[in-house]
Antibody
Framework: QVQLVQSGAEVKKPGASVKVSCKAS????????INWVRQAPGQGLEWMGW????????KYAQKVQGRVTMTTDTSTTTAYMELRSLRSDDTAIYYC???????????WGQGSLVTVSS | EIVLTQSPGTLSLSPGERATLSCRAS???????LAWYQQKPGQAPRLLIY???NRATGIPDRFSGSGSGTDFTLTISRLEPEDFAVYYC????????FGPGTKVDIK
């Protein structure tokens, strides 16, 4: 069965960086892209970007462009999302989600809480 | 960027009633790249509908999606107790965006 298992919660200070991992299993890793979606406390869902697990191509949302880098390691079937220059409004649960069909996300990780606080 | 607007913000209904949720896009969506998700507290979102009208694997047939262009609808024919949750629409064009969500709560 398809599983996406994410790294644990992190607490970071403003200005620091965080790198969240997403370990995929149960399917051919380089056949489906991985998206990153975040959710601030009590708020809605915000798409951050997408990475092709086939060739590493990326698309980033304008809001985080320049601060985010998405990568993959095909040898360990793991996707990573690094966010730099953290601010308090980056406090959120960060989800990885696998492409499904017609641009939808059929499988989600359990989420990783990132708290940015001085 | 395509903006999605969902209405109503909150829908208060009783079990067994019909729920109709709306999602409107600021531009026409190509090839109906519109999906619906359900999210319960403390859980990741779950895909319900993709391609505007296709149910995802394991989704009960009381959930249905319709629409094209800029106007889309998620219908829950008869609400079950487990259906009370927040529902988001999502579009994928050159990038992706989510609507703000509709909360379906118990009347």
């Amino acid at each position: 069965q398809v599983q996406l298992v994410q790294s644990g919660a992190e607490v970071k200070k403003p200005g620091a960086s965080v790198k969240v991992s997403c370990k995929a299993s149960g399917y051919t890793f380089n056949s489906y892209g991985i998206n990153w979606v975040r959710q601030a406390p009590g708020q809605g869902l915000e798409w951050m970007g997408w990475i092709s697990t086939y060739n590493g191509n990326t698309k980033y949302a304008q809001k985080v462009q320049g601060r985010v880098t998405m990568t993959t390691d095909t040898s360990t079937t793991t996707a990573y999302m690094e966010l730099r220059s953290l601010r308090s409004d980056d406090t959120a649960i960060y989800y990885c989600a696998r492409d499904f069909s017609s641009g939808s996300y059929g499988y989600w990780g359990q989420g990783s809480l990132v708290t940015v606080s001085s | 960027e395509i903006v999605l607007t969902q209405s109503p913000g909150t829908l208060s209904l009783s079990p067994g009633e019909r729920a109709t949720l709306s999602c409107r896009a600021s531009q026409s969506l190509s090839s109906s790249f519109l999906a619906w998700y359900q999210q319960k507290p403390g859980q990741a979102p779950r895909l319900l509908i993709y391609g505007a009208s296709n149910r995802a694997t394991g989704i009960p047939d009381r959930f249905s999606g319709s629409g094209s262009g800029t106007d889309f609808t998620l219908t829950i024919s008869r609400l079950e107790p487990e259906d009370f949750a927040v529902y988001y629409c999502q579009q994928y064009g050159s990038s992706s965006t989510f609507g703000p969500g509709t909360k379906v709560d118990i009347k």
